[in-house]
């Protein structure tokens, strides 16, 4: 077996990881300038906030590189900020996530972040807090003096309590819901003694509440929304794009935010139908950012340059798809360097980028039926659902089955991968 040719997909499979460019040593080697536009909606956003106390709505579809670009952003405001970012889903179960939880996640996580910091607060004023959350998280006395002393681990021990006991969790919900204003309180004293220590504004961002379910969405973004933006402090929320679609959702988010929402577009590779010309040609600025983002992660010898023409196209501009195909590739290629170990001249090519995309499509087919097809075919005709407010629409926006797309007014198309299984089943209907 080669092993130098092993080595090479399996460094390339690792550095393919659907995964978001946190750590500064990511971004170093893998960070591809892109979003810049986006990037300064949300620095004019926060820096010119009238109050300081803004509420910030960031959306986009799913894989587009929110993560990475907010990981990104909260670095450039640690100078003039005290900046907690924060993934929901490291905290929370996301199938057990409302306002509540979310409020008292930022309370832990703002604690968190100044001890880590080092903020200098009086030691009787921790002491307070310290109890406060002990006696909300079932935390004994004895345990927070043993965690404070061995180096205080008191808020992992915290995050971890709320991960993983549901009980907790249901006791926090149900003390905190019928007295809200409660919580908010507290997390608002904890604001002004962290603000007031470290001499500098908070801005909390909170990562991952795009992932959520559209139900949970409305409960906690349209029902509850007035508690969620009551805390002091400038706070960035993800949320999913499909959210934007309803239009009562959309319009209180716009009411309470102040239309301070900004989305992050995908990709556009063509422009609206070129795609399904014979001569449609990919627009050169987008095809060149994805085609870096390759580059910095899978070897160019590792890859035929019209396949990585091809993945790109097949990606549909959505850059966890690009990751998500490339990736496919590389395990492909790992079987076929053990199954035939004397091969020299392995490589990602059209045939095991067809054998990628054949999986995609069993797995995107298997997920959706006939009533689905019929939204997907009309997208597909019009550009445009008959309802871009149905359920099942907003569903397989979220899926990633239709795409959004903008230039000067907004638009559909259905995933490339997913209009090769239309066309079939629509000549599959023509020839019964």
């Excluded at 390339?12 to 995964?19: G, H, M, S, V």
């Excluded at 971004?27 to 106390?53: A, H, I, M, N």
């Excluded at 090519?349 to 019929?374: C, H, M, P, W």
Aim: aromatic fraction near 8%.
């Amino acid at each position: 077996m080669s092993n130098e040719l092993l080595e090479s997909f399996r460094e390339a499979y690792r550095n393919l990881e659907l995964l978001p460019l946190l750590d500064q040593r990511e971004l170093e080697k893998f960070r591809v300038d892109y979003g810049r536009e986006v990037l300064e909606d949300l620095e004019q956003l926060v820096e010119d906030s009238p109050s300081g106390t803004g509420k910030i709505i960031f959306t986009g579809h799913r894989g587009c590189g929110k993560s990475t670009l907010l990981a990104e952003f909260s670095r450039k405001l640690r100078d003039d900020y005290f900046v907690v970012f924060f993934s929901i889903s490291d905290l929370i179960e996301m199938s057990d996530i409302n306002h509540i939880n979310i409020l008292f996640a930022i309370a832990v996580r703002l604690m968190e972040e100044a001890q880590k910091q080092q903020v200098e607060i009086k030691q009787s004023t921790k002491d307070a807090f310290y109890r406060w959350f002990a006696k909300h998280t079932r935390i004994e006395t004895e345990e927070v003096r043993a965690e404070t002393s061995a180096g205080f681990k008191l808020f992992e021990l915290i995050a971890g309590r709320l991960k993983a006991d549901a009980a907790i969790r249901n006791e926090i919900k149900l003390e905190f819901m019928r007295k809200v204003s409660d919580l908010i309180a507290q997390i608002n004293i904890i604001a002004s003694v962290v603000q007031t220590a470290s001499k500098k504004e908070i801005i909390v961002i909170i990562d991952d509440l795009d992932k959520l379910d559209l139900k949970v969405v409305r409960e906690v973004f349209q029902e509850q929304i007035k508690a969620l933006f009551q805390p002091n402090f400038q706070i960035i929320f993800t949320i999913p794009i499909s959210a934007f679609r309803e239009v009562s959702l959309a319009a209180t988010i716009q009411v309470e935010t102040n239309d301070q929402i900004v989305q992050m577009p995908v990709s556009k590779l063509f422009k609206q139908g070129e795609y399904r010309q014979a001569n449609g040609t990919p627009q050169p600025e987008a095809m060149a950012t994805l085609q870096a983002v390759l580059d910095k992660r899978i070897p160019q010898q590792l890859l035929e340059a019209k396949t990585a023409e091809q993945i790109i196209i097949q990606s549909g501009g959505v850059l966890r798809e690009l990751i998500r195909i490339t990736n496919q590739c590389c395990r492909i290629c790992l079987k076929l360097v053990r199954r035939e170990p004397e091969r020299r001249d392995i490589i990602i090519n059209q045939a095991v980028l067809d054998e990628a995309i054949t999986k995609f499509s069993i797995d995107f087919d298997t997920r959706i039926g006939n009533a689905d097809y019929d939204i997907l075919e009309t997208t597909y005709q019009n550009f445009q659902p008959d309802d871009p407010k149905e359920q099942r629409f907003l569903d397989l926006l979220h899926g990633l089955y239709i795409l959004e797309y903008r230039n000067a007014r907004l638009w559909y198309d259905v995933h490339p991968i997913v209009t090769e299984l239309l066309m079939n089943r629509i000549s599959q209907k023509l020839n019964n």
